[in-house]
């Protein structure tokens, strides 16, 4: 079993729409969860952490987290063009600072 | 702050030579990481240091990938000798804790 599934896509929005991308973990004991971002070419960066049952928003970002369920979701509101990129999950395994990344999901907004 | 600094950006070897790259992280951050991403798959930790001393190399291919981080600053990774599955962008990160910077990556290939 994969530690970290994440649908590769690539998942395609109209420009304005809420994009949705789901994430589910193995481990049990993580408590600390991210969303990067990754533009072609380009190196990840981070866009949210979320550490608690429920939701936290950040401007146009929502996560969500279920650790019951062991699943992730970031939701972007309003989805630009702009937005056109892979989004990778992350859990930190354990607790350690080891970070294990999913494949990531590829996000087309479409004008 | 300065970001993560890597050089080079980047490196085209032919299989079975050796490479070297090398990474200065964000100053103060005293845990210090070497990812591999290899095309359309999350990055995976090959290596993790603290300070000087390794935490875990747990997934790094010992008889041919070699990491060190002298005085706790810089670090280098080395390949010898590369093989064609080695080909892939090499990402360093630093964090004082989770979540982590990452520098903009070193995109090796080899022929």
């Known amino acids: 079993q994969k530690e970290v599934e994440q649908n590769s896509g690539p998942l395609s929005v109209p420009e304005g729409a809420i994009a949705s991308l789901n994430c589910t973990y193995s481990?049990?004991?993580?408590?600390?969860f991210f969303w990067y971002r990754q533009y072609s070419g380009k190196s990840p960066e981070l866009i949210m952490s979320?550490?608690?049952?429920g939701d936290k928003e950040d401007g146009r970002f929502t996560a969500q987290l279920n650790k019951a369920s062991q699943y992730v979701s970031l939701l972007i509101r309003d989805s630009q063009p702009s937005d056109s990129a892979t989004y990778l999950c992350a859990f930190d395994s354990s607790n350690t600072g080891k970070l294990i990344f999913g494949q990531g999901t590829t996000l087309q907004v479409k004008p | 702050e300065a970001g993560v600094a890597q050089s080079p950006r980047y490196k085209i070897i032919e299989k079975r030579q050796s490479v070297a790259f090398w990474c200065n992280p964000i100053?103060?951050?005293?845990?210090l990481y070497w990812y591999q991403q290899i095309l359309g798959q999350g990055p995976k930790l090959l290596i993790q240091?603290?300070?000087?001393?390794?935490?875990?190399d747990s997934q790094l291919p010992k008889d041919r990938f070699s990491a060190e981080r002298l005085k706790g600053v810089d670090s280098t990774l080395k390949i010898q000798p590369a093989k064609l599955e080695d080909s892939a962008v090499y990402l360093c990160?630093?964090?004082?804790?989770?979540?982590?910077?990452f520098g903009p990556g070193t995109r090796l290939t080899v022929l």
């Open positions: 240091f603290q300070n000087n001393g390794v935490v875990d």
């Open positions: 990160a630093s964090s004082l804790e989770p979540p982590k910077v």
């Open positions: 100053s103060g951050h005293a845990t």
């Open positions: 979320i550490y608690s049952n």
């Open positions: 481990d049990r004991g993580s408590q600390s």
